[in-house]
């Protein structure tokens, strides 16, 4: 009897070849990042030169502070309205302007950056808003929340409704029950949220591009500029470090779901 | 009253936050955008008519409305710049999506096929690079790709070019770039398909005798076509209105439509043609998304 391999060699060489294709271009950036020539196809050996270069070029240290805190900022303010949405679209049951809501939620997850960037910008432009830290953040916010209430409504429509049904036959209220029962067991979900919230803004150019104003570039529109006049070293630097602090972010983020998943087994026999 | 309903109503009052801010921050600024679309091109700052005066009251906003004009429509349709572009960057998007589900489905179906521990191991391997800086990643190619970059000197030193190959600036690196970026949005749903697929159906149609490629095209492909549907759309909307791969990779001998609405808006300051151009792209774009509903539909009719 002649049976289908579950996995044939034609399925390994893919799947081994597709992870290169993704990580190879990475590494081998990482690896430059640390050439001691200026010509950044010529290798000189090891050195840790264009770091320094970085941390002396102030308009650089100055973009970089000047995402983070628009990332940290916009993560957090749309984790809290993302959640907020996610919880009236899957436990508000019908009400006035539910489909309005949601098709206000979900639209911006495919329309094109370019024109997001340029409907906030008119936006600020009639309100004679300042462009730069505010604008940029609640730009990033309302793209991100987006992804927010998408990750948040996917857990919460998976959970066990009558654990939160049956806190309120014991006596809560409906606030108290979220806070109790709803809120421990979407907080992985919330965590996730943010940090994709975190991620989409540091990443993100178009946006910033249209809703920053003079002297409040954030760096991925300083690598940009860089970039368009050709290929320098100090980029790869620059890129390494933006690469490691996110590594260093998804780390902390499985650690604590790992601590947080261990807990809950050993709270499990209470 | 059941307790589900108790829990609703709080529930509901959690949308006011989110509906305020997607109003004022999504819908409003749209309305700005269809506004000035419909606007003359001014010598100002900002370069536009002014929009509505509410103070003046109900005479200049009669005024207002009679001042609008489709002339910046009719600009698009008449000047070839903008026809090309719209082609351009839908003929791209189709090549670039047919690659991606080419290349991502057989990387999806050995995930898919893995033993289960190691799934997991794969699936964080193709969500990772996603979470690394995206400019960051196309700068990576301009590196590996630029005229003495790492990929001619390896074909250099494998004798199989006899001369620097031309990468950057053309179609071929702006597809690479494309692809490059977008395969996790077309791995991710097909894997979330095929896991679900049940290998005995699979192993059914080879005992009674089908060869690989019947079993593939007649049990396989159609039982994926949800995740295929899912996966298209995820890369097709984007990849149509994509400006910063084709602005550094593909150079600007021709443009897509979301470099030359950046180009209008920021360097020949014509933010009506820019908004129009804009709200056509909208509506291009709603084409692809109403024929998915629409499919999404049938399939669930069909699954009755």
């Not at chain 1, 911006?108 to 004679?128: D, H, K, R, W, Y």
């Not at chain 1, 949220?193 to 991925?220: E, H, K, R």
């Not at chain 2, 006011?16 to 600024?29: D, E, K, N, Q, T």
């Not at chain 2, 984007?238 to 209008?264: K, R, Y």
Request: some cysteine.
């Amino acid at each position: 009897m002649r049976k289908v391999s579950r996995l044939s060699r034609f399925n390994v060489a893919s799947l081994a070849l597709g992870l290169a294709f993704l990580y190879l271009p990475i590494l081998i950036l990482v690896v430059y990042s640390f050439n001691a020539s200026r010509l950044v196809t010529v290798w000189g050996g090891w050195s840790l030169r264009w770091y320094h270069e970085f941390f002396n070029d102030r308009a650089m240290i100055e973009a970089a502070w000047m995402s983070l805190r628009v990332a940290v900022s916009s993560a957090t303010i749309a984790t809290l309205i993302g959640t907020l949405a996610a919880l009236a679209l899957s436990r508000g049951e019908r009400f006035r302007g539910r489909t309005l809501f949601s098709g206000m939620l979900y639209a911006p997850l495919v329309m094109p950056e370019v024109i997001t960037g340029l409907s906030l910008l008119l936006l600020f432009v009639a309100l004679n808003a300042e462009r730069g830290f505010w604008t940029v953040t609640i730009a990033h916010t309302t793209l991100t929340m987006c992804f927010v209430a998408v990750v948040v409504q996917s857990r919460l429509g998976s959970l066990d409704r009558s654990l939160e049904e049956a806190a309120m036959d014991l006596g809560c209220d409906p606030v108290r029950a979220f806070v109790a029962v709803t809120l421990p067991l979407i907080a992985p979900a919330i965590v996730a949220g943010w940090m994709l919230a975190f991620t989409l803004s540091l990443d993100d150019l178009v946006i910033a591009s249209f809703t920053t104003g003079p002297g409040s570039a954030t760096l991925p529109i300083r690598i940009y500029s860089e970039v368009r006049l050709g290929v320098k070293p100090e980029i790869n630097a620059i890129c390494t470090l933006v690469i490691a602090l996110i590594a260093v972010v998804i780390v902390i983020a499985s650690l604590a779901s790992k601590l947080s998943s261990s807990q809950g087994e050993s709270a499990a026999p209470l | 009253m059941s307790a589900r309903r108790i829990f609703a109503r709080p529930a509901r009052l959690a949308a006011i936050a989110p509906y305020v801010w997607m109003v004022l921050f999504f819908l409003v600024p749209f309305g700005f955008v269809l506004k000035i679309s419909l606007s003359q091109t001014a010598i100002a700052q900002p370069p536009y008519e002014p929009v509505f005066d509410l103070m003046a009251g109900w005479g200049a906003l009669k005024t207002a409305f009679a001042a609008l004009s489709i002339d910046n429509f009719r600009l698009l349709v008449s000047d070839d710049i903008y026809v090309f572009a719209y082609v351009r960057s839908l003929i791209v998007a189709v090549t670039a999506t047919a690659l991606l589900l080419l290349i991502g489905y057989p990387i999806a179906y050995g995930m898919a096929r893995l033993p289960t521990r190691w799934q997991a191991v794969a699936m964080v391997l193709v969500i990772v690079p996603f979470w690394t800086s995206f400019l960051i990643r196309i700068y990576a190619w301009i590196n590996i790709l630029q005229h003495d970059g790492l990929l001619n000197q390896i074909l250099l030193a494998l004798h199989l070019v006899s001369q620097p190959v031309v990468w950057l600036s053309t179609d071929s690196a702006m597809y690479i770039g494309i692809v490059y970026s977008y395969l996790p949005f077309m791995i991710l749903p097909l894997y979330a398909t095929l896991a679900k697929m049940e290998p005995a159906l699979e192993e059914a149609a080879s005992d009674l005798g089908a060869p690989r490629w019947q079993v593939f095209w007649l049990v396989t492909f159609p039982l994926s076509l949800p995740g295929v549907g899912a996966g298209v759309l995820l890369c097709f909307i984007p990849i149509v209105g994509e400006f910063v791969i084709p602005d550094l990779l593909a150079g600007s001998n021709a443009l897509m439509i979301g470099q030359t609405l950046w180009l209008e808006f920021f360097t020949n300051k014509d933010w009506p043609v820019a908004s129009a151009a804009a709200i056509v792209l909208l509506l291009v774009l709603l084409v692809p998304l109403l024929l998915y509903e629409r499919l999404q539909k049938r399939q669930l009719e069909q699954g009755r």
